[in-house]
C-alpha cells in the first residue's frame, strides 16, 4: 500500500474500538447547555504560513474559511518563542517562568509541567466537561509513569507523543494511549491526531466537551502524503513542496473535523480556536530531515527569537453568537488568556491562590477592550536575538537583554518589522515601561 492510499483509508472510516468505553463524562444537568471547546495547535507554523495571513502560494482553504467564520487576529502572541514553555504558559494562563519550564524539555531529563500547576483542562473537567488531549504533549521528558501525564491535568482521554513524532510524522511509533505504548501507526500524524479526536467527539458529544489538538505539523521531521506535495508542483526544491503539503494537509484535517462538528450539529454551541505554539523554525537541527521552509510575514526574527516573528503567530477563533464572520481583531491576545477565557465562558472561577497573567478576552466581542491587570511579558534567556526580555502596552514593545542594561522600543502599530528602534526619541516611554518590565521580571523570577 503506498503512501496516498494510507491517507485516504485513515480519513475514510472512524470506528470507535480505541476510545475507552468507561470515559467518565460529564452529566451534571446545569453544564448540558456548556459550550463545546476546541483548542487547536500547531507546532512552529509561522504567522505567514497561511492564505488567510497573506501567504500567496499554500493553501489553506478550511482554515480561511474558518476565518472568514469567525474572528481573525492580527496582533496575536504564543506564550514563548519556543514549544514546552508556550505549551506551559497556555494551560496555566501564567507566564513560562513562573511554572518552572523555561525551554523546550529533552526527553528524560527529569523536566515536566508540575502537578501544582492547576491547568484550564483540569478547571473544566470539575464543571462537568470531559475532556481530550490528542498529539503532541511536550510537557513531561518521559511517558512512563514517573512524570505527570496528561490525566494529572485534567484529561479524561490522551492520545499523545512526548514531544516530535517519531520517526517522522510518517508511521510515527511514539504515541501513548492513556498510558498504553501503542506501537507503530500506519499513516501520517495530522490524519491519526484528528481520527482520534475525531472517534472522542462521537463517544461524548452530548455532553460539554474539551478536546485539545496539538499536532506536530510542519515541526521537523516533516513527511506529507505525495496528495498534497502534488499540491506544489512549481517547485524544484521538493523540500518546499513538502512543507507547504505538510500545512495543506495539516488544513485538510481541520476541515474533516470541522465537518463532523456540522454535521453532529454542534457548530452552533462549539467554540474552535487555532493558533501555533511559537513562530516558525530558525535553524536545520535535523540531519537529513526536510527542512522548515515557514515563513514570519512581515515580521523580524523567528522561532527562538523574542522579536515578534517568534511569538506573534496566527490566532483564529469561530464562537457561534459572539464572533462575527469575517471579524478582525487587532487587540493584543495571547495564550496565557486562554485559562481565564474558557473558564469565564465555562462560568468557572479563575484560581486566586496564584498569579494568573492572562485575562479574559471575551471584552472584545462586544467591541470593547481588554482591561489587563499584567501587561503582556515574555522572556526566554536562550533567545537567538541579544534581546531576551520583552513586554507590549498598547502599540507599543519594549525590549531588553538579560541584564536589563540595553534598551528596544517599537511602534508596532507603524512598524510591525521591527525596523526602527525608537528607543532614543522616546526616552520618557522607555522609561516608564522599564519600570514595568523591571517589576514584572523580579515577580515573574522570584
Not at 90 to 95: A, C, F, P, S
Not at 135 to 160: A, I, M, Q, V, Y
Request: hydrophobic content about 35%; overall charge neutral; proline content about 7%.
Amino acid at each position: 500500500m503506498d503512501r496516498r492510499t494510507f491517507i485516504k483509508g485513515m480519513a475514510s472510516s472512524v470506528a470507535l474500538s480505541s476510545i475507552p468505553q468507561n470515559i467518565k463524562i460529564g452529566s451534571s444537568e446545569k453544564n448540558q447547555n456548556h459550550p463545546n471547546i476546541i483548542f487547536i495547535f500547531c507546532d512552529d507554523l509561522g504567522y505567514g504560513d497561511l492564505g488567510c495571513y497573506g501567504n500567496p502560494v499554500i493553501r489553506t482553504p478550511h482554515l480561511d474559511k474558518l476565518a472568514s467564520e469567525g474572528m481573525r487576529f492580527t496582533d496575536f502572541y504564543a506564550a514563548s518563542p519556543v514549544c514546552s514553555p508556550s505549551r506551559a504558559g497556555t494551560i496555566t494562563g501564567r507566564i513560562p517562568n513562573r511554572t518552572g519550564i523555561y525551554d523546550w524539555i529533552p526527553a528524560n531529563s527529569g523536566v515536566y509541567l508540575r502537578i501544582d500547576e492547576v491547568s484550564v483542562t483540569r478547571i473544566l473537567k470539575s464543571m462537568g466537561y470531559t475532556t481530550c488531549h490528542s498529539g503532541k504533549w511536550h510537557l513531561n521528558s518521559r511517558f512512563d509513569g514517573s512524570e505527570p501525564t496528561p490525566s494529572e491535568h485534567g484529561f479524561d482521554f490522551w492520545f499523545s507523543t512526548q514531544n516530535n513524532a517519531n520517526p517522522s510524522h510518517y508511521n510515527p511509533d511514539n504515541f501513548i494511549r492513556n498510558g498504553e505504548t501503542v506501537g507503530e501507526l500506519k499513516g501520517y500524524s495530522s490524519t491519526i491526531i484528528i481520527n482520534e479526536a475525531i472517534e472522542f467527539i462521537h463517544r461524548v458529544y452530548r455532553q460539554p466537551f474539551v478536546v485539545f489538538i496539538w499536532f506536530h505539523t510542519p515541526h521537523e521531521t516533516i513527511a506529507t502524503p505525495d496528495e498534497f506535495v502534488d499540491w506544489y508542483p512549481e517547485f524544484a526544491d521538493r523540500t518546499k513542496s513538502e512543507y507547504y503539503g505538510n500545512i495543506s494537509q495539516m488544513d485538510y484535517e481541520v476541515g474533516r473535523l470541522l465537518q463532523v462538528i456540522e454535521d453532529l450539529k454542534l457548530k452552533d454551541n462549539t467554540l474552535v480556536m487555532f493558533t501555533s505554539d511559537n513562530g516558525p523554525e530558525t535553524l536545520h537541527r535535523y540531519r537529513g530531515a526536510i527542512r522548515s521552509h515557514g515563513l514570519p510575514g512581515p515580521l523580524r526574527g523567528m522561532k527562538l527569537h523574542i522579536y515578534e516573528g517568534g511569538i506573534r503567530v496566527p490566532g483564529i477563533l469561530r464562537f457561534p453568537g459572539n464572533t462575527q464572520p469575517g471579524q478582525v481583531c487587532h487587540e493584543p491576545t495571547s495564550c496565557v488568556d486562554i485559562l481565564p477565557t474558557f473558564c469565564e465562558i465555562a462560568g468557572a472561577k479563575v484560581p486566586d491562590d496564584r498569579a494568573i497573567d492572562g485575562t479574559s478576552i471575551l471584552p472584545i466581542f462586544k467591541g470593547k477592550p481588554i482591561q489587563r491587570q499584567v501587561p503582556l511579558y515574555w522572556q526566554y534567556d536562550r533567545a537567538l536575538s541579544k534581546p531576551k526580555i520583552a513586554t507590549r502596552e498598547g502599540a507599543w514593545k519594549l525590549l531588553t537583554t538579560a541584564d536589563l542594561q540595553d534598551f528596544e522600543l517599537y511602534n508596532l502599530e507603524d512598524d510591525w518589522g521591527e525596523t526602527k528602534n525608537l528607543a532614543n526619541s522616546e526616552p520618557k516611554r522607555v522609561k516608564t515601561m522599564s519600570k514595568i518590565l523591571k517589576w514584572m521580571h523580579k515577580n515573574v523570577n522570584q
